[in-house]
């Protein structure tokens, strides 16, 4: 059918006829910017510039919107298009609680191909709920918002250090860094697509990474007992933190990458950024 036509049916807004050109030239040297589509063609083009100029993602809570409002048990694998076999024996009856700031639900397929027991609560769980649950090991997932507008999620992850391993991704990996000690800020330029390279600082390792985020964890303000473990080489900023002491992990992106590159879920060399790590490493 015409693509007009498929979008009207999944009630899919489209943009045409626009300068993207232009639009590239203007975001270089200003950074990313808001934007309004609207179809209401009685709103009138001050009224949509209003909306565009009064958002502002910083400060926003937005895990409260997505997060799941039940506790539930996963148990759903990736299917065959992940041919490596990740040692689901190896690991299996491992329980992982797993925080929900907005899960992709590919993460939770991945930790349950590793062979892992999980179990999905609210963002808004309270450290002594978790720990109630038993689990062997702690996820916080991806989500999206402003990292520093979520201090409920902190200050429940800053409880559960060193109780038991932390493994993070991105708002995960956010959340965790606050609870170390360290701040985020909002990027000039947000991470977006499947092609941002990835320096493990240990190997020197580089990854294909797929990334999603708007805010940063600023490694100027990390503790001493904390490393940055994987660097964005785009822009040098903190891909991923390390603190043995509190058996804690993070990574600023999506090692599942679904879609796109898989070279984080589990290497050549049998390193893995998943459950393999929160195992080795702690």
């Not at 910017?33 to 910083?58: F, R």
């Amino acid at each position: 059918m015409p693509l007009t036509d498929y979008l009207a049916e999944k009630g899919i807004p489209g943009i045409s006829d626009i300068d993207t050109r232009a639009i590239t030239r203007r975001l270089r040297d200003t950074g990313s910017l808001n934007g309004v589509l609207c179809t209401d063609e009685s709103v009138s083009d001050e009224e949509l510039i209003e909306k565009a100029k009064n958002y502002n993602i910083v400060g926003q809570d937005l895990i409260s919107e997505v997060t799941t409002k039940e506790i539930y048990e996963w148990s759903e694998r990736t299917d065959e298009e992940w041919e490596f076999a990740p040692g689901a024996t190896e690991n299996a009856g491992v329980h992982v609680v797993a925080y929900d700031f907005g899960a992709k639900h590919n993460i939770l397929r991945r930790l349950a191909s590793y062979g892992a027991k999980v179990t999905v609560v609210p963002s808004t769980t309270s450290a002594a709920d978790v720990m109630a649950l038993n689990p062997d090991g702690i996820f916080l997932s991806n989500g999206p918002g402003d990292p520093s507008a979520v201090p409920y999620a902190v200050e429940n992850v800053k409880e559960l250090l060193g109780k038991r391993p932390i493994f993070g991704i991105c708002m995960g990996h956010q959340v965790l860094g606050q609870a170390l000690g360290a701040s985020t800020f909002k990027l000039k330029f947000g991470h977006h697509g499947g092609n941002h390279p990835i320096r493990q600082s240990s190997t020197g390792r580089i990854e294909i990474s797929s990334q999603n985020h708007n805010f940063a964890v600023d490694p100027a303000t990390l503790p001493d007992d904390v490393e940055v473990s994987h660097v964005n080489l785009n822009d040098n900023t903190c891909a991923g933190l390390l603190c043995p002491p509190k058996m804690a992990m993070g990574i600023q992106y999506h090692p599942e990458a679904s879609p796109g590159p898989h070279d984080s879920d589990i290497c050549k060399s049998g390193s893995s950024h998943l459950l393999k790590n929160m195992y080795a490493c702690f």
